[in-house]
């Protein structure tokens, strides 16, 4: 039994783990603010480390549009597609 | 008395500068239209189209009609033309560039300004 | 009497057959025929149907730099059948045409023997077969293209198979469409599944696709004779028989139909498509069965 709890706690623990340095742009990001609140609140932070946290932040709102557009443009192309499905027999010469 | 003078002073001047920045702004409007027009990557309207007034535009393509007295028609008439054909004339060959969103809806507008003062009815 | 219902009955199973298997290619003969005409009657006299094919093109225009009228064999030349401001260009370009360097080059790589000591005339009955390509394999139930067929012998041989679309691979179908010259292309309809492919390739032709919502049939059909800009657009009915072309563009590169084709793709605002793929190997079998009965010219020189 008291194996078992071990386990688990491990694995809850390394998921935990996951979810903040995981594949997740958002959590990469907040991760990074949270550490680098910390150094500066200590007054230790170095010179760059503010703005590469303000720089993830603008290319994380880049992905998301680009993200948003590769998705609607993606829609849109099934979308007309399957409308000319239906009408490009009327093309063909008779 | 000469408080509302100087009221009716200061809104005068206000309005001529409004009408020159929105004379100015129009103008801008009507040159970035016809960058769009002209430009492969943008609308390349001129690989099918020919412009009334506008000789300077070069190797111009004859697939579409030439555009003429386009300032007779509505803006939106335009606008939509311009945004997706497909509506009007199913299986035409003009893109659907605003509806593909190839083009902003800001440089439709820009086409449409450009094209209604270059294709003015003499 | 036995006998007699016997002898009937394979009689009518293979009349039968035979009705059946020329059914395969009756749509295709339909769709054909409908084409050919739409092009004879264009081109018969571009400035008389001015109103009806070229709305908006200037008649002057018409008058001074139109050749017609165009014969079914005319439009091997592409647009340069009718276009005389190119035709002219060209005919000065092609009494020292730049293909032939990359002809003599197929030549040679033609009659260079493999590692093994054969060489690809073991592959193929003869080096001029270009007409007889794509065709359909009633085996594997795939369209075949002459790109496909060499690198076969090739990896057949034990050779690493070429890259599609230009070089080597593109050298050696000049050479092999330089022995067919005058050659008439025959592309058949063998199957079902020949039939169901040719009916792919014709989708593929006719239908919208990209940002642009253009198709190929759009500009190389309807719009044939029209000017893109300063080209006047090709016609699709002889278009399979100038390639592998070299294109002037670019600083010249000879290209397969292939190649051409997912150019032409892309140039709608879609995906290029792969080379070889089911999709490009299907359009190239319609597009050339539209021409079937014409003589070959390839390579040739294109803008």
Redesign the interface.
Known sequence: MKKLILISTITVAFLAGCAGTGPSVNGAIQSAQKKYNQAHKEGVAWQHTKSLVTKAKKAAKEAISYANKAAYEADTAMAQSAEYDKTWRAQVPR | MINTKKIVAVAIISMLGASVTYAQSQQDLVKEGRKVFVTKKLGNCLACHTVQNDPNIPQAGNIGPKLSNLDTYPKDYIFNKIWDPNKTVPNTIMPPQGRSHKISKHQVDALVAYLQATTKAK | MLKKLIKIAILSMISGSILFAASYNAQAEK?RK??V??FLKKFQNPVKNHAKYF????LD?MKKTYRYPLSFQDFQDGSLAWYKPSREQFKELNEFPAYSLEVDDGEVLWNKPFANGKTYSSCFPETGVRNDYPYFDTKTNEVVTIGQAVNACRVKNGEKPYKYGKGNIAKVIAYMAMKSRGKKIHVTIPSMAAAQAYEHG??EF????G?????C???H???SG?????ES?SPALGQTTEMPVYRVKGGGTLLTLQARLAGCVKGT?AEKPKLQSKTLRDLSYFLTYMSNGMKLYGPDTRK
Do not use: H, I, M, T
């Not at chain 3, 006719?206 to 696709?209: A, E, I, N």
């Open positions: 769709d409908a084409f005409n739409y709305p908006n093109v200037n225009e014709k989708k006719y239908k919208q696709r940002y642009l919502s253009l198709s049939n759009e500009c059909v309807v719009s029209k000017r893109l800009r300063a657009l605002g």
